[in-house]
């Protein structure tokens, strides 16, 4: 299974990016979706997950700012993230808990980041 993460890029405080995230390859199912992101010098954290049922969790420091959703037709989750501020610069993860078959376990994927950098 691929994970390809898109939409990163540079935006001033404030400002709104959208990351997309297709998983592709041998699937079954995608349960949990989410982001997580690594900041220089810290440990990866988790930014947001959205169940296959639609339960989502988020970070505290990104709640009312940053909303994940998926389609599951597509495979694809999606991290709006709107009034961004210099503390959300890291690289930014895809992950996912792919089924791979019906008759296997599911595991964790993850794809190869995606850089978010806020900075006047």
């Known amino acids: 299974v691929q994970l390809q993460a898109s939409g990163g890029g540079l935006v001033q405080p404030g400002g709104s990016l959208r990351l997309s995230c297709a998983a592709s390859?041998?699937?079954?199912?995608?349960?949990?979706m989410g982001w997580y992101r690594q900041a220089p010098g810290k440990q990866r954290e988790l930014v947001a997950l959205m169940s296959n049922i639609g339960s989502t969790n988020y970070a505290d420091s990104v709640k009312g700012r940053f909303t994940i959703s998926k389609d599951n037709d597509k495979n694809t989750a999606y991290l709006q993230m709107n009034n961004l501020q210099p503390e959300d610069t890291a690289l930014y993860y895809c992950?996912?808990?792919?089924?791979?078959?019906?008759?296997?376990?599911?595991?964790?994927?993850w794809g190869q980041g995606t850089q978010v950098t806020v900075s006047s």
């Open positions: 992950n996912a808990w792919v089924q791979p078959r019906a008759n296997r376990a599911s595991y964790s994927a």
């Open positions: 390859g041998s699937i079954f199912s995608v349960n949990v």
